[in-house]
Each structure stands twice: as C-alpha cells, then as structure tokens.
Nanobody, 125 residues
Framework: QVQLVESGGGLVQAGGSLRLSCAASGGTFSNNVMGWFRQAPGKEREFVAAVSRRGTSTYYADSVKGRFTISRDNAKNTVYLQMNSLKPEDTAVYYC??????????????????WGQGTQVTVSS
C-alpha cells in the first residue's frame, strides 16, 4: 500500500521554474522506480520522466530533455521534478507514479502501480 502526494504546482510565467515534490508513504520507497506523467486538457496522459530505485539512472521525454530534472531522496521518501525554462505547452496536471519492485525504468502508464492525485501546473505566456 503506497500513497503518493504531489505538491509544488502553481502558476508561473513562461521561462520560469517550478519544483514539484512527491511524498510517498507505505511500502519501501527505495524499491520503486518513480515517474512523473502529465495530462493536458483533451490529451492523453504522457510520460515525462522517471528515475531508478537508487537515483543513478534517469529517463526523460524528448519534450523536456535539458529543461527538467528528476531526482529522489530515499531518506525522505520523496521524488522531485525540477522544471526550468517552462513553456506554455508544459501546462498540465502532473502526476507522480510508483512502479513497485521495478528493475527497469518504465515509460508507459500501464507499468506503474500507484498514482498521486495530481498537481496543476499552468505556464502563462
């Protein structure tokens, strides 16, 4: 049983930055690959970034490479998404997800076992 709670979303101007946090409880955090997904109105939920269990490997969608950084602090049971150089097209609800006992980084939502409630990120032009 894993609960995920995102925070840090909000309204920011284009070119600005936000840092999203996802606090996990239950289970063993370090056993989970952690990912971020986002969903804009009228679009399907898409993969954004993921980080391996120890934080040594990361994977990013092409649309955010060079701008977003995913990291985790297993001592705090928290995963982060640092978002820089934000664009209006980054506007979406951002979801934290956990892939329980995963050995590889997944890039599809079907792989992930637990989801947070989402946090809204709005980037104004």
């Amino acid at each position: 049983q894993v609960q995920l709670v995102e925070s840090g979303g909000g309204l920011v101007q284009a070119g600005g930055s936000l840092r999203l946090s996802c606090a996990a409880s239950g289970g063993t955090f370090s056993n989970n690959v952690m990912g971020w997904f986002r969903q804009a109105p009228g679009k399907e939920r898409e993969f954004v970034a993921a980080v391996s269990r120890r934080g040594t490997s990361t994977y990013y969608a092409d649309s955010v490479k060079g701008r977003f950084t995913i990291s985790r602090d297993n001592a705090k049971n928290t995963v982060y998404l640092q978002m820089n150089s934000l664009k209006p097209e980054d506007t979406a609800v951002y979801y934290c997800a956990a892939d329980r006992n995963a050995n590889v980084i997944g890039r599809t939502r079907q792989v992930y076992d637990y989801w947070g409630q989402g946090t809204q990120v709005t980037v104004s032009s």
